[in-house]
């Protein structure tokens, strides 16, 4: 799972949306549910961006997309 997640980071990051976002859909974890939401925040669908916010426990933000990223990247390392 943490490799899929990473690289679908890196996919989004580069501005292949819909590669990253097929990756997201295919795991059900708390962290692809948040990486759903930056990828729907992105997209401007911000009701669905809520929606994996709220699955993923988390606040719905409007910090930018790229940090947001590396933050879920972070988590994934182990960076607290």
């Not at 980071?9 to 859909?25: C, F, K, P, S």
């Not at 401007?44 to 719905?60: E, I, K, P, S, T």
């Amino acid at each position: 799972m943490q490799k899929v997640l990473i690289k679908a980071i890196l996919r989004a990051n580069l501005g292949y949306w819909d590669e990253a976002h097929t990756a997201v859909q295919q795991i059900d974890d708390p962290l692809s549910y948040w990486l759903h939401a930056n990828l729907h925040r992105e997209e401007g669908d911000l009701d669905n961006a809520r929606y994996w916010y709220n699955r993923a426990a988390r606040a719905f933000t409007d910090v930018d997309i790229l940090l947001e990223r590396q933050q879920i990247l972070d988590r994934l390392e182990g960076h607290r």
